[in-house]
């Protein structure tokens, strides 16, 4: 068991560093990507800690109904944090407003 779970950490992280290199590449050829470390630091701490939920929450809940409803909800509030970041939509402290 513990072999399995540590076997689906290293995968989600690898997922999460395989997705940060999108952003990294697109420097690269695009003056319109403009990250800085703490930026991807940010992004790394958000994409790893939803994952580490979504991959607790579906070990944790058997219930179909709830297991997806967490999920939903673990997902939504990531899209708002970075959409709140990217853009300060809703004009909070955390975009620097």
């Given at each position: 068991?513990?072999?399995?779970?540590?076997?689906?950490?290293?995968?989600?992280?690898?997922?999460?560093?395989?997705?940060?290199?999108?952003?990294?590449?697109?420097?690269?050829?695009?003056q319109?990507?403009?990250?800085?470390?703490?930026?991807?630091?940010?992004?790394?701490?958000?994409?790893?800690?939803?994952?580490l939920?979504?991959?607790?929450?579906?070990?944790?809940f058997?219930?179909?109904?709830?297991?997806?409803?967490?999920i939903?909800?673990?997902?939504?509030?990531?899209?708002?944090?970075?959409?709140?970041?990217?853009?300060?939509?809703?004009?909070?402290?955390?975009?620097?407003?």
């Open positions: 068991m513990e072999s399995v779970v540590s076997r689906r950490i290293i995968k989600i992280v690898c997922g999460v560093a395989l997705v940060l290199l999108i952003p990294l590449i697109a420097m690269q050829f695009s319109e990507v403009n990250w800085s470390v703490f930026d991807f630091m940010v992004a790394a701490f958000l994409l790893l800690a939803t994952a939920t979504l991959e607790w929450l579906t070990r944790k058997k219930h179909t109904t709830y297991k997806w409803l967490w939903i909800v673990v997902c939504l509030v990531l899209l708002l944090l970075w959409a709140e970041l990217a853009v300060g939509i809703f004009g909070s402290p955390l975009a620097g407003s």
